[in-house]
């Protein structure tokens, strides 16, 4: 039915993991590092289909249609944006590979991360990828920022290929009382794909430098706009998606404030961005979700990765809130944004206890010092001897027994505990509860960055980790 709304659209991209061994940690796809030697190394710049007549129309956002005149320029330009976009598709459906000229990539001096606080930023209308390189792979229409658009089409081999699961592993279909929803056609382990997808639009949304009553007054225009881009498929397809706010607003933003997913932050842009996808924006809500979506900026794409195991005939679950807040907070955000009372087991039970127990992960998670890849709470047990072997496995244990209970596995910081206990195990030199603990590290790695940073190769054999035997080396 719905994700998250385009205002509190939030989620930013999770820290780097740590990686089993020197705790280095290793980029994650999707992470936005421009230029960086990650996407040197890979792809080359020459591979990249381009259309050498970019149609990109900046429209300065003085000229946001508050009167008569600046609607007629304005509707003037969005007739010229649909024409430069129709020969766009025209040129770019015949697939002719043009390589790029030399030249074409910004150098670092042209890259600009972030717009000024200074600069009114200019909402650009335009397709990304740039061209259809592959048979039926679909564009996403985007409403960005200056700038963006140069930034993500200067990543080396930008669009990387993706492909989905086959046979696919889920469908839509009707939910009882609630709507339209995604269910799991075959079991499907944590860390695994369930899909991925070209979302049908996508949004840059808010930024410190741009203050609400310059842009968000008027995204209802700015997003009729890009709705009026879309082929006519996707158009349908966004069409068909629910809207849970009636009549308070125009149709085509209550569409955009129910099925937004936060994507995080893109290339060239220091603010938010949001996108609805035809099929991931279906995914009902839960207080204990079973997957979790990530944006990856080099595919174009969301991908949508089961968190805990999904039984064939389940529902596929993701949060819209956050879940470590009380029950009653959680529903009041719930029935304000999207309408709906939400009846997950945490919120049907009515207890304390759940309550309680999310309270004391949120505190935990607030408390805890570990930073990118450096974890001072290990890092200090493994070196003082004074403080006893299992401190660090209790502590764990403790807070994976609140996750569990809780059904709670979203995010960094919950992989973290996981990751924690394994690395203890493997300081003491416990081989079985090493290999226990490192699978599930591994398997919630994959959940929450699409990749295993490292883990699998000390699931096949835990002393292939630098954390092996640590607590038993003599200082
Ligand atoms: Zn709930």
Redesign the pocket.
Same mark, same amino acid.
Request: glycine fraction near 0%; charge should be positive; aromatic fraction near 0%.
């Given at each position: 039915m719905t994700t998250l709304d385009l205002e509190s659209s939030a989620k930013v991209f999770e820290p780097r993991s740590l990686r089993p061994g020197q705790g280095n940690g290793t980029m994650q796809r999707g992470s936005f590092v421009p230029l960086s030697k990650n996407y040197i190394t890979r792809g080359s710049p020459g591979a990249v289909s381009y259309h050498p007549h970019s149609y990109s129309h900046p429209l300065p956002l003085s000229a946001a249609p508050t009167s008569p005149v600046m609607n007629s320029a304005l509707l003037s330009l969005i007739h010229q944006i649909q024409l430069h976009d129709s020969n766009h598709r025209v040129t770019t459906t015949s697939r002719d590979k043009i390589k790029v000229p030399s030249g074409f990539l910004p150098s670092p001096e042209h890259y600009r991360p972030a717009i000024s606080k200074d600069i009114i930023p200019t909402p650009l209308w335009t397709t990304l990828p740039h061209c259809i390189l592959r048979e039926g792979e679909p564009l996403t229409d985007c409403l960005l920022r200056a700038g963006m658009k140069e930034t993500i089409l200067s990543i080396p081999g930008f669009p990387y290929p993706y492909t989905n699961p086959s046979p696919q592993r889920y469908k839509i279909k009707p939910i009882r009382g609630k709507g339209i929803g995604m269910v799991a056609t075959v079991d499907i382990d944590v860390g695994d794909l369930i899909l991925v997808e070209r979302p049908l639009v996508l949004m840059a949304i808010t930024t410190y430098a741009v203050p609400p009553e310059s842009y968000l007054q008027q995204p209802a225009r700015l997003q009729e706009i890009l709705i009026e881009r879309l082929q006519r498929q996707e158009y349908e397809e966004f069409f068909a998606l629910h809207n849970c706010k009636g009549n308070t607003r125009p149709h085509i933003q209550g569409i955009f404030d129910t099925n937004s997913i936060g994507i995080g932050r893109l290339p060239g842009f220091d603010g938010q961005c949001g996108a609805v996808c035809k099929d991931i924006s279906r995914v009902n809500h +839960? %207080?204990s979700p079973n997957a979790e979506w990530r944006f990856d900026v080099e595919t174009f794409t969301v991908a949508l990765r089961a968190i805990a195991p999904i039984k064939n005939s389940e529902q596929v679950f993701v949060s819209y809130t956050d879940s470590l807040r009380p029950r009653a907070e959680?529903q009041k955000h719930l029935l304000e944004r999207y309408k709906f009372e %939400?009846t %997950?087991p +945490? %919120?049907a039970s009515g207890s304390h206890k759940s309550d309680e127990a999310r309270m004391t992960l949120r505190l935990i998670n607030e408390g805890d010092k570990c930073e990118d890849h450096d974890d001072p709470m290990l890092r200090d047990w493994v070196h003082d001897r004074t403080k006893p072997d299992d401190m660090i496995l209790v502590k764990c244990h403790k807070t994976i027994d609140l996750l569990e209970s809780e059904k709670y596995y979203r995010g960094a910081r919950c992989v973290l505990w996981y990751q924690r206990l394994a690395k203890a195990y493997c300081a003491l030199e416990d081989e079985d509860n090493a290999r226990k603990w490192v699978q599930k590290a591994a398997k919630l790695a994959r959940a929450n960055t699409g990749h295993d940073a490292g883990w699998d190769a000390v699931v096949k054999n835990p002393k292939n980790t630098d954390w092996w035997g640590l607590r038993r080396v003599k200082p």
């Open positions: +839960s %207080c959680r %939400c %997950c +945490s %919120c």
